[in-house]
């Protein structure tokens, strides 16, 4: 079973560019994660999707972050412009359903960073 | 969120069991008890979880108190393979959080 794919793996931008990570569940996966991971940190949660609706975005800086997950399947995570402090692991996850009983399987995560 | 409390860092010989605390006081009676863990420069890897009852599976066994306010994760035998931050978790369906926290970060000595 292929596992989460995330791209690109590493990004380097300057502050106010925009950047783009993409992410690929594994299949038959109806629930996606975005967390983001500052060094040291442990990952915290920005957006949660299952299939095509948002589930849980509090967490996610709307003025310059947004994630869409069209067709259920493939996501995309955007951040426009990004300042210094959003240098961090961009992670994705997905799991068979949201239910608290169910494992989420990580992709490798892009590393991005705003100079 | 629902929080828990590890130790920051443990060590642990080749071989030899190792058994990690985690707190969680505030668990109410439907929250899973979660546990993961990420080698270096990898995303996190499902580890075991469980409610209740102790579990057990190829990498690990979870042993949870008769309270539910502490768990311990056991890794019977360490490799060097297992040297990772390991994160202990509840996840409830109210507020749906999944708080990583800083977890425990584990080093194997050969």
């Known amino acids: ?115 | 969120d629902a929080k828990t409390t590890q130790p920051n860092s443990m060590e642990s010989n080749e071989e030899e069991p190792v058994h990690l605390p985690c707190n969680h006081s505030t668990i109410s009676g439907t929250d899973y008890i979660h546990w993961y863990r990420q080698l270096p420069s990898q995303g996190p890897e499902y580890v075991i979880h469980g409610l209740t009852s102790n579990v057990n599976n190829r990498m690990a066994s979870l042993a949870i108190a008769e309270d539910r306010k502490s768990s311990t994760l056991i890794l019977h035998r360490a490799t060097l393979r297992d040297a990772a931050v390991y994160y202990c978790i509840l996840r409830r369906d109210t507020g749906n959080q999944f708080y990583f926290g800083t977890g425990t970060s584990l080093t194997v000595i050969p």
């Open chain 1, 1 to 115: 079973e292929a596992g989460v794919a995330q791209s690109p793996r590493y990004k380097i931008i300057e502050k106010r560019q925009s950047v783009a990570f993409w992410c690929n569940p594994i299949s038959g996966h109806a629930t996606l994660y975005w967390y983001q991971q500052i060094l040291g940190q442990g990952p915290k949660l920005l957006i949660q999707f299952q299939n095509n609706g948002v589930v849980d975005d509090s967490q996610l800086p709307k003025d310059r972050f947004s994630a869409e997950r069209l067709k259920g399947v493939d996501s995309t995570l955007k951040i426009q412009p990004a300042k210094l402090e959003d240098s961090a692991v961009y992670l994705c996850a997905s799991s068979k359903g949201q239910g608290r009983s169910y494992e989420q399987y990580f992709g490798p995560g892009t590393r991005l960073t705003v100079t």
